[in-house]
């Protein structure tokens, strides 16, 4: 047995684990702590929106409320649980034994985690945030409680984070695939976080400026947005799309690439147009950042600016229809299992679709000066982040749990999840493109009887009731397969086409007893077709290197966490106590980082014998 | 599968919900050439879009009823196709002509409504009609450069006529949108912006503030009263006349007050001549003819009554409330006769 893990209490095991596998179980944890955090939210503003002059909740409340649903949901819940599955999935997906820098990644997870928690306690100090997600400058320089103070600081800590969890898959997809593993064989998930975490090193450094110099106009007392003192608000919006638009993409690629596992998988046939698939999705990434100034467009760039970002933002669509294609083309001559992961998935398929679609319709500039900031913009951006993203999310959790937990989710249960969540999801966005059509203006907590919008809200809200009930489904379903679930197989599906899947439920620590050798694409396809079923190993079986665990990672964030309110509260530098833990915290930061590099950290290893010991079941 | 029949329900209902959006509010039933322009481009879109969401649905029904698994067809491998040339090229090609079919008019149109020299070359002509919007939190001014007057709230704008708006944000960003006449535009605070547009019916349009401002940005709205040339060239000349004067003996009361308590912030005079930045509150010159009381309620003494006793209760985080210290009973009704005074046609 490999012993030393084992024996630590279960608490202190994840609090300084540094193994990829442990590190995806937090992620999920947390990220879908923060789902249900964002997700009663939501249900807050439909139930006061469910009728008109409803006063359920209003002014500042509604808005903080507005405000924190959307950057929980992208920055808290979205992120992190797509985080999950790149640390879940990638390594086994390259043959893998972790991740590039195990020591990192444990950090980035605290950093990612400190900062949520940091931006959530507002909710007890004073208010939370009430600027929008997008918190443009003019709003959060004049907004007087500490709420977009506690935004800054957390998303600047979580950012951290989440930009070292991209260098981390970049270098480990780069230098860690098995023998055999070429650019052109790797799965297409792996692609997709392998172009994901370029897009995050591209685009994240974007908004921490733009954090860092809001953060330095509401607490330093500079004046880089602040137009009486010659500042410019409008840099402020344009670094926040330079990086938010590349967000979506970050966001929703991974689940291009959960789909793209997952449809082939169930329809036992490989993915159609493999190259062009990872063609498209270069090029989706690339255009990402070719038109942030589309959510720009009533901001009065001029002709010129909005006619050149109208049409760079239509060309999008091709690589994307080109996938949609592909998937569709994929299924066609298959054999379709209709699993619940596949039912996500192929559900995806015509919902996205409804996202692109109005995607287009926005990008033309002159009728986006009518739907902008309107409720038909609702509309597209939750067919896209919900039918793209959320779909993901839930078809990579149906489809990966085994791997993960070494169980298969009910699947009964997971069918009643997925039909009420679809039913609900429909039944909330659509009407709301006709809302904004109807003059319905986003962020509004109330709208006047008699404007006409009575029923479609009514019916949106009933649907937001759908969602919050398919929600709780999973969670029972989540308990129930804990407890009454089956062991599940190695290949658990018995699908299974790439990697992960030739190794036990969950994987061992080490992951792979002996690292694989890759003859194909669709690795143990072409084994279960030209072979016995079985990876072919690159190397005898011998010692396997590991790192050890550490607390550093969490004391280092801890660190920041402390500073962070030394920072909101110093008061120009004339509150002492504030800027003594300020330093405090900085000093706990840099001085465990000072530890880490004075302390040789040479890792341990697992002996041959114990390796034999558990018994390669695959 | 049964959802798709659901969906199909709900895109029906969508359909006919779409055909009754309100003519004073809503894009689909556009009321000036600029939301007419911009409607014409919403329809070419959808239809392209509905085209693409039908090829997508067919062949996706299709693919999903006939290739399901079936029992007995556990151990058949299907083919395993690694692409096909000519469906991806063909896939590729055919959204590009789509596109560059929706690309055209975007930019034509791109250029027709945001060429800002082209909106000032128009704005210099002699009989052009400009109205300076300045937004605020959470309020609407207009002034009427040429004729020197200000007013709030309402904007009169006469029919047929093209408009040309020089739009500024005086404390945070706002933006600008009446749905049924234009698309919207910001008001920044760094520098104006400027847009035009039209009515072709005499009416009342409903307009917005689009840009989140905080906690009554849903409660930012103003009217956009299209007349007559005959009657906006009578408005013009009568709001140069609007100077505050009271003429009852309950409105002079109230007069007294509004001196000694609001004149700090409002003008009850529409020739207010400070700079932009110093007119803290709407102008109250034609608060008589206005259709609301601070732009959401409607206008009637009971909400007077209502708003000058508490605004917070109305208006969420509005500028008003506690700077005006504590009214009287009776001092709300003098003030209240006053303000229902302040109007043209008497």
């Known amino acids: 047995?490999?012993?030393?893990?084992?024996?630590?209490?279960?608490?202190?095991?994840?609090?300084?684990?540094?193994?990829?596998?442990?590190?995806?179980?937090?992620?999920?944890?947390?990220?879908?702590?923060?789902?249900?955090?964002?997700?009663?939210?939501?249900?807050?503003?439909?139930?006061?929106?469910?009728?008109?002059?409803?006063?359920?909740?209003?002014?500042?409340?509604?808005?903080?409320?507005?405000?924190?649903?959307?950057?929980?949901?992208?920055?808290?819940?979205?992120?992190?649980?797509?985080?999950?599955?790149?640390?879940?999935?990638?390594?086994?997906?390259?043959?893998?034994?972790?991740?590039?820098?195990?020591?990192?990644?444990?950090?980035?997870?605290?950093?990612?985690?400190?900062?949520?928690?940091?931006?959530?306690?507002?909710?007890?100090?004073?208010?939370?945030?009430?600027?929008?997600?997008?918190?443009?400058?003019?709003?959060?320089?004049?907004?007087?409680?500490?709420?977009?103070?506690?935004?800054?600081?957390?998303?600047?800590?979580?950012?951290?984070?989440?930009?070292?969890?991209?260098?981390?898959?970049?270098?480990?997809?780069?230098?860690?695939?098995?023998?055999?593993?070429?650019?052109?064989?790797?799965?297409?998930?792996?692609?997709?976080?392998?172009?994901?975490?370029?897009?995050?090193?591209?685009?994240?450094?974007?908004?921490?400026?733009?954090?860092?110099?809001?953060?330095?106009?509401?607490?330093?007392?500079?004046?880089?947005?602040?137009?009486?003192?010659?500042?410019?608000?409008?840099?402020?919006?344009?670094?926040?799309?330079?990086?938010?638009?590349?967000?979506?993409?970050?966001?929703?690629?991974?689940?291009?690439?959960?789909?793209?596992?997952?449809?082939?998988?169930?329809?036992?046939?490989?993915?159609?147009?493999?190259?062009?698939?990872?063609?498209?999705?270069?090029?989706?990434?690339?255009?990402?950042?070719?038109?942030?100034?589309?959510?720009?467009?009533?901001?009065?760039?001029?002709?010129?600016?909005?006619?050149?970002?109208?049409?760079?933002?239509?060309?999008?669509?091709?690589?994307?229809?080109?996938?949609?294609?592909?998937?569709?083309?994929?299924?066609?001559?298959?054999?379709?299992?209709?699993?619940?992961?596949?039912?996500?998935?192929?559900?995806?398929?015509?919902?996205?679709?409804?996202?692109?679609?109005?995607?287009?319709?926005?990008?033309?500039?002159?009728?986006?000066?009518?739907?902008?900031?309107?409720?038909?913009?609702?509309?597209?951006?939750?067919?896209?982040?919900?039918?793209?993203?959320?779909?993901?999310?839930?078809?990579?959790?149906?489809?990966?749990?085994?791997?993960?937990?070494?169980?298969?989710?009910?699947?009964?249960?997971?069918?009643?999840?997925?039909?009420?969540?679809?039913?609900?999801?429909?039944?909330?966005?659509?009407?709301?493109?006709?809302?904004?059509?109807?003059?319905?203006?986003?962020?509004?907590?109330?709208?006047?009887?008699?404007?006409?919008?009575?029923?479609?809200?009514?019916?949106?809200?009933?649907?937001a009731m759908f969602m919050g009930l398919a929600t709780i489904v999973m969670l029972i379903n989540v308990v129930y397969t804990a407890i009454k679930g089956k062991k599940a197989a190695g290949d658990a599906w018995g699908v299974g086409r790439t990697l992960e899947w030739s190794i036990p439920s969950p994987a061992p620590e080490y992951n792979f007893a002996q690292i694989p050798y890759v003859r194909g694409l669709d690795a143990l396809w072409v084994e279960k077709m030209e072979g016995d079923g079985k990876m072919t190993p690159a190397e005898p079986l011998g010692d396997i290197h590991m790192p050890n665990s550490s607390i550093l990672p969490f004391v280092m964030s801890v660190g920041l966490f402390i500073a962070a309110f030394g920072a909101m509260y110093n008061d120009q530098l004339k509150n002492h106590t504030a800027v003594g833990v300020l330093i405090l915290g900085l000093f706990i930061t840099f001085g465990s980082m000072f530890l880490r590099s004075w302390i040789d950290d040479h890792g341990f290893h697992i002996h041959k014998e114990d390796i034999a010991d558990e018994g390669v079941e695959a | 599968m049964k959802h798709w029949r659901l969906v199909s329900l709900i895109s029906l209902i969508a359909v006919i919900l779409s055909a009754c959006g309100h003519a004073n509010q809503s894009t689909l039933n556009p009321q000036g050439e600029v939301a007419k322009m911009q409607y014409d481009l919403m329809k070419l879109s959808t239809l392209i879009m509905v085209f693409v969401v039908a090829v997508v649905t067919v062949l996706f029904l299709y693919v999903i009823v006939k290739y399901r698994h079936r029992k007995g067809q556990e151990n058949i491998i299907p083919k395993q196709v690694e692409g096909n040339h000519f469906l991806e090229l063909l896939w590729t090609i055919i959204p590009v002509i789509l596109l560059i079919i929706l690309a055209v008019p975007t930019v034509s149109q791109t250029f027709k409504l945001s060429d800002e020299k082209q909106i000032s070359k128009d704005e210099k002509k002699k009989d052009a009609i400009v109205i300076n919007v300045n937004a605020h939190l959470f309020w609407w001014e207009f002034e009427y450069p040429k004729q020197k007057f200000i007013t709030s709230q309402d904007m009169y704008i006469p029919v047929g006529k093209k408009v040309i708006l020089n739009l500024k944000g005086q404390d945070i960003k706002h933006s600008f949108w009446v749905p049924s006449l234009a698309g919207k535009i910001d008001t920044n605070v760094e520098g104006e912006n400027k847009m035009w547009l039209s009515a072709d019916k005499v009416g009342t349009y409903n307009g917005f503030c689009a840009e989140f401002c905080g906690p009554s940005h849903s409660l930012m709205q103003f009217k956009v009263k299209v007349v007559s040339q005959a009657d906006y060239d009578k408005w013009l000349a009568d709001m140069k006349n609007q100077k505050g004067q009271a003429v009852t003996a309950d409105a002079q009361e109230g007069e007294k007050i509004f001196k000694q308590s609001c004149i700090g912030c409002h003008a009850a005079d529409a020739n207010d001549t400070r700079p932009p930045a110093a007119r803290l509150a709407p102008n109250l010159a034609n608060f008589g003819d206005r259709d609301m009381v601070a732009g959401i309620a409607k206008n009637n003494e009971a909400n007077i009554k209502k708003w000058l006793t508490n605004p917070e209760a109305m208006k969420p985080g509005n500028l008003m409330t506690g700077k005006y210290g504590d009214l009287s009973a009776d001092q709300i009704d003098a003030l209240t006769a006053y303000l229902t005074s302040l109007k043209i046609a008497k």
Do not use: C
Not at chain 1, 254 to 274: E, H, N
Not at chain 1, 286 to 292: H, I, Q
Not at chain 1, 323 to 339: A, D, E, P, S, V
Not at chain 1, 373 to 399: E, N
């Open chain 1, 1 to 463: 047995m490999s012993s030393v893990a084992k024996k630590k209490p279960l608490l202190w095991d994840y609090l300084t684990t540094v193994d990829h596998k442990k590190i995806a179980i937090l992620y999920l944890i947390a990220g879908g702590f923060f789902f249900l955090v964002g997700g009663m939210e939501a249900l807050f503003i439909r139930i006061q929106l469910i009728k008109p002059d409803n006063t359920f909740l209003v002014g500042d409340a509604y808005n903080q409320v507005l405000t924190m649903h959307g950057t929980t949901m992208i920055f808290l819940a979205a992120m992190p649980m797509i985080f999950a599955f790149f640390n879940a999935v990638v390594p086994l997906q390259i043959g893998a034994r972790d991740v590039a820098f195990p020591f990192l990644n444990s950090l980035g997870f605290w950093l990612f985690f400190v900062g949520g928690v940091f931006l959530n306690l507002s909710w007890f100090l004073g208010g939370a945030p009430d600027a929008g997600w997008t918190s443009y400058a003019t709003l959060a320089l004049h907004s007087k409680s500490h709420g977009v103070d506690f935004y800054l600081l957390g998303l600047q800590i979580s950012g951290i984070g989440t930009l070292a969890g991209g260098i981390n898959f970049l270098a480990t997809i780069i230098n860690m695939r098995a023998p055999g593993l070429t650019y052109m064989r790797m799965p297409l998930f792996t692609w997709t976080v392998f172009v994901t975490s370029a897009l995050i090193l591209f685009a994240f450094p974007a908004l921490t400026i733009g954090l860092a110099l809001l953060m330095f106009d509401r607490l330093f007392g500079t004046a880089f947005f602040d137009a009486s003192l010659g500042g410019n608000s409008m840099i402020f919006e344009h670094l926040f799309w330079i990086f938010g638009h590349p967000e979506v993409y970050i966001l929703v690629l991974p689940a291009f690439g959960i789909f793209s596992d997952i449809i082939p998988a169930f329809s036992k046939k490989r993915l159609f147009g493999y190259s062009s698939m990872v063609f498209a999705t270069v090029l989706i990434g690339f255009l990402g950042f070719m038109v942030w100034a589309h959510h720009m467009f009533t901001d009065g760039l001029g002709a010129v600016a909005n006619a050149i970002f109208a049409v760079a933002t239509m060309a999008i669509a091709v690589p994307t229809g080109v996938k949609i294609f592909n998937w569709l083309l994929t299924m066609w001559g298959g054999q379709i299992r209709f699993t619940t992961p596949m039912l996500w998935s192929v559900a995806f398929i015509p919902s996205f679709v409804l996202g692109g679609v109005t995607g287009i319709m926005n990008a033309a500039a002159p009728a986006d000066y009518q739907f902008h900031d309107s409720y038909f913009v609702v509309a597209h951006f939750h067919y896209v982040i919900v039918g793209g993203v959320v779909f993901g999310l839930f078809a990579g959790a149906h489809y990966w749990w085994p791997k993960m937990f070494g169980k298969i989710l009910n699947e009964t249960l997971g069918k009643i999840t997925f039909f009420l969540f679809f039913i609900g999801f429909h039944l909330t966005f659509f009407i709301q493109h006709f809302l904004g059509l109807m003059g319905m203006p986003r962020r509004y907590f109330t709208y006047l009887p008699g404007q006409g919008l009575d029923t479609g809200n009514m019916i949106s809200s009933i649907g």
